[in-house]
């Protein structure tokens, strides 16, 4: 499920505007940063794919950040009858690649359940991007989503930290990143193709920066 590159893109993200902001090294200055919220994660998997793409199978995965952002990616497959990309009870894969997108919401719209381990439903649109492309160009717009995710299970702690010194200049980049998660119960669709399986979290973020 990718998990592991997932999260370096979601770092990536929240690192990159800080280090555009850092002040040349020959300035003495200090830049902290902090935030902090949710996030949860769905895997979608099944007949069908979004939007019309090719193919008639899919995987994919999509993170919805706070109720701002869902983003993620789509793989699709032409799989012949009865088959499955990963191999079904005969141990066959009778699947070809059918293409890889990227997927990006910003009309995401959560709804936000009360009480004990209460449910959130995510729900938007989509424009789906091809990866295979140089341009990355969009090759579906309007792709509908709906998924409804319950905590399940116990909550787990992970802490990433990450620093740099330089010591020819003195600039200094201290990173760390705190997420409590949960899986979770999920139903709904990406346009038509089962949510799987999911998560959900809270996250903290603190990054400091020192030049001079």
């Known amino acids: 499920m990718r998990t592991a590159l997932r999260t370096t893109v979601a770092v990536a993200a929240i690192v990159t505007p800080l280090m555009a902001t850092a002040l040349p ?12 919220g949710a996030y949860a994660e769905a895997y979608f998997e099944g007949p069908g794919t979004p939007g ?8 994919g995965f999509l993170t919805f950040h706070s109720t701002d952002v869902a983003e993620g990616y789509v793989d699709t497959y032409a799989c012949d ?3 499955t990309p990963w191999g079904d009870g005969n141990g066959e894969n009778a699947c070809d690649p059918a293409g890889s997108y990227y997927a990006w919401s910003e009309t995401l719209t959560l709804v936000s359940g009360k009480g004990k381990n209460p449910s959130s439903t995510y729900s938007g649109t989509l424009g789906v991007y091809d990866m295979m492309s140089e341009s990355g160009s969009a090759v579906a717009e309007g792709v509908p989503f709906t998924v409804a995710l319950t905590p399940s299970g116990a909550t787990s702690r992970t802490t990433f930290t990450d620093s740099f010194k330089d010591p020819e200049s003195g600039y200094t980049y201290r990173y760390s990143e705190t997420r409590n998660t949960s899986y979770a119960v999920v139903d709904g669709s990406l346009d038509g193709v089962p949510a799987l399986g999911g998560s959900v979290g809270t996250y903290a973020v603190k990054t400091m920066e020192r030049s001079g």
């Open 52 to 59: 019309g793409l090719p193919g008639n199978y899919s995987s």
């Open 81 to 83: 009858p009865g088959e």
């Open 25 to 36: 090294a020959t300035a003495s200055s200090s830049l902290l940063y902090r935030d902090r």
